[in-house]
């Protein structure tokens, strides 16, 4: 009679729980739509495990990035079979997959409300040029921009150079803090402001006041230049001529110098403890802290000073 082998009834018990513990079906979908940037196992196939722990611990591990809004990805199963492995699931051989051999990936998507980009391309633009008497026109808003679900944020770059008639606006669109595309919103403008013509002929170098122009309001739209307008409590100087009827523009104008050329001013000569004055004419201009050349109405050779303040100047000695 031949002999009867028997296993001891604990080593059954432990061939039985090894195989219940590596029981693990992942039935994989045709498609999916995904909220995250992260893409989850769970969100791609059902899954069944003996232990309820495992498929867990299986579903939250990431597989991949979701594509982008509009997009879809194919992923096949050896693919997630790899992603597993990568992620450092060591049971990722013993899957047993069901359902589709592929899946296609897409995002979950919102559109972004056409009034969010067009107050956040208004305020942009106030912002910018809020000096001027502002009349917007909105004359191409995106309709359909989609972006990921979640929290948006809409962002105007800051805008740089001459305001002009059609202006592009670009927007930053973040969800959930993160950025995730720009966009571009059209606007009409119309920006009034007030601005200086020549009444005659102006030198360059000259020194103007208001009483030397004509003010108008004007779109600045339509100029090359920004207009600019005259302090009339303190003059400015004229960097290019004018011709009659011509605007005062931001490339025109200069500031007066403390001291001009031709100008009498105070010589101080300062030594130790005493300060002596006299009278010397300007033989150059000089704004405050520079180094001029002059004349001292009681003398013939030129000295050098250091403009100290309006019509001001401190010896340094001859050139």
Known sequence: MPKRHFI??????????????????????PQASVDAERVRLADLAELHCTLPAECARLGEMAVGSAPRVGESRMVTRARLVAALRHAGYANAAQIEWAGAEAIAITTA???????????AALAVLRQAYGKDQLDLTLTDVPAKVAVPNGALQVRGRALLGKLRAVQQVTLDVSVDGRFYRSVQVGVAIQAQRTAFFAKSALTIGAVVGCDQFEQRTVDITRFNTAPVAVDCSAPVRLARALRQGDYLDELAVKPVPA?????????N?????????????ALADGDIGSVIQLRPVAGTEPVRA????KGQVILIGTP
């Open 8 to 29: 001891p009834a604990c080593m059954v018990l432990m061939f039985s729980l090894h195989a219940v513990a590596d029981s693990i079906t992942a039935s994989l979908r």
């Open 109 to 119: 998507s919102q559109l972004v409300p056409a009034a969010q980009l067009e107050q």
């Open 259 to 267: 001291v001009m050329q031709g100008d009498r001013v105070a010589l």
């Open 269 to 281: 000569v300062e030594q130790g403890a005493v300060r002596l004055q006299s009278l010397a004419v």
């Open 306 to 309: 250091r403009v100290s303040g």
